[in-house]
């Protein structure tokens, strides 16, 4: 980095400490307004250290481009064209798709029927298990002698299974559903898994391989308790980001709809 961009960071670190508000680069204004903009898009809460990191931040942000303002090499580079092409693109596009797109609102109303199914799809109890899949009987057995003659069953999960919880040593989320468990309320677990892991005690496994769309699995109850329902209030503002998610999705695919029947297109 140059001795004079050091300089300039370093006074603008002074700047900061001494809690001046609104700073210049080169006569280039950084307002607190842009501070505040910027601390809001980070979700930061607003303190005085928070302001002056952000501060300093968005000063070396301004010493950056205004050095890469002055090399006049960047712009004939093919890459860097290419890439404000792209970038130029990518935001006219953005900004129309928001002046276009209108999802339907998200009503209390549709809030409070999908929190209400949710609650309706738990059982009594709830299960934190572990979860091996493999490719074949053969393989699965292999696995239960290992877990049998004492090996750690997470560790086995690490070494041979297929599943993505592989890595944290097959270790699941924690999932309720009626008992006995019922195809199609689950939490989308197979219903031979959802079966075993229902009963089984904590700290128990399966002592044979589950046979499921040609896997095979093994299955370890690790914590068993009462079902932890959220309050609404608690579990509304997730409901909420989900059901705008879904509805921007289908006015989304709505608008790809209208544009296909207008457009001519040839493959």
């Known amino acids: 980095m140059p001795i004079r961009i050091r300089t300039l960071i370093a006074s603008a670190l002074m700047l900061s ?13 950084i307002s607190e307004e842009q501070v505040s903009q910027a601390m809001a898009q980070a979700r930061l809460p607003d303190s005085p250290q928070a302001r002056a990191a952000v501060r300093q931040q968005l000063i070396a942000q301004e010493l950056f481009r205004q050095e890469a303002a002055r090399d006049k090499t960047l712009e004939t580079r093919g890459d860097v064209q290419q890439a404000l092409r792209e970038a130029r693109t ?10 276009r ?25 709830e299960y934190k298990a572990r979860l091996i899949e493999v490719a074949d009987n053969a393989t699965a057995a292999a696995a239960l002698a290992r877990i049998e003659g004492g090996e750690d069953f997470g560790k086995v999960a ?8 592989k890595a944290s040593g097959g270790a699941m989320d924690w999932v309720s559903f009626p008992v006995p468990p019922r195809e199609g309320r689950t939490q989308n677990l197979p219903l031979p898994l959802a079966e075993a892991i229902a009963s089984l005690p904590a700290g128990a496994a399966t002592t044979a391989p589950i046979a499921w769309n040609n896997r095979s699995y093994l299955v370890r109850v690790d914590e068993v308790r009462t079902t932890q ?4 209030d608690q579990a509304r503002p997730a409901i909420e980001q989900v059901l705008r998610a879904q509805a921007l999705e289908r006015a989304t695919a709505a608008l790809v709809v209208e544009l296909l029947g207008k457009a001519r297109i040839t493959q």
């Open 17 to 29: 400490v001494h809690g001046a508000h609104g700073a210049t680069v080169n006569g280039v204004a």
């Open 90 to 99: 990518q935001i006219l596009t953005q900004a129309w798709l928001k002046d």
């Open 101 to 125: 797109i209108e999802p339907e609102p998200v009503t209390e109303a549709q809030v409070r029927e999908r929190y209400d199914a949710i609650v309706g799809s738990l059982g009594e109890k």
């Open 158 to 165: 690490r070494d041979v299974s297929l599943a993505p919880t």
């Open 229 to 232: 329902v959220p309050t609404y």
